[in-house]
């Protein structure tokens, strides 16, 4: 059994996501995991990597009201796109899932 995600306690990103990708590097000292909410009305579609990364339509979606975990991912960046208008997506850095 993993252990429950355990937040850092200082980083939370505000990504305001749009129909073009919004980039978010992450600074690396907030742990190893990332915690995303998408608290938007619509399918926000992620993708992980290093600091260029883009995001498309054809990446990861993540439903409204979604909470996911993703482990390994804390210390480099990610990025959102959402197909038209825009959403609000959390992500928190921290340990565990």
Same mark, same amino acid.
């Given at each position: 059994?993993?252990?429950?995600?355990?937040?850092?306690?200082?980083?939370?990103?505000?990504?305001?996501?749009?129909?073009?990708?919004?980039?978010?590097?992450?600074?690396?000292?907030?742990?190893?995991?990332?915690r995303l909410y998408n608290a938007g009305s619509?399918?926000?579609? +992620?993708?992980? *990597? /290093? #600091?260029?990364?883009? $995001?498309? @339509?054809?990446?990861?979606?993540?439903?409204?009201?979604?909470?996911?975990?993703?482990?390994?991912?804390g210390t480099g960046a990610m990025a959102a796109? +959402?197909?038209? *208008? /825009? #959403?609000?997506?959390? $992500?928190? @850095?921290?340990?565990?899932?």
């Amino acid at each position: 059994m993993a252990d429950a995600f355990q937040p850092s306690d200082r980083h939370t990103y505000t990504i305001n996501v749009g129909a073009a990708s919004t980039p978010q590097v992450f600074s690396g000292d907030g742990g190893r995991a990332v915690r995303l909410y998408n608290a938007g009305s619509q399918a926000v579609f +992620v993708r992980f *990597g /290093n #600091a260029g990364v883009v $995001a498309s @339509l054809a990446d990861m979606p993540l439903a409204p009201g979604a909470i996911e975990v993703f482990n390994g991912v804390g210390t480099g960046a990610m990025a959102a796109i +959402v197909a038209s *208008g /825009n #959403a609000t997506l959390y $992500a928190t @850095l921290g340990e565990g899932a």
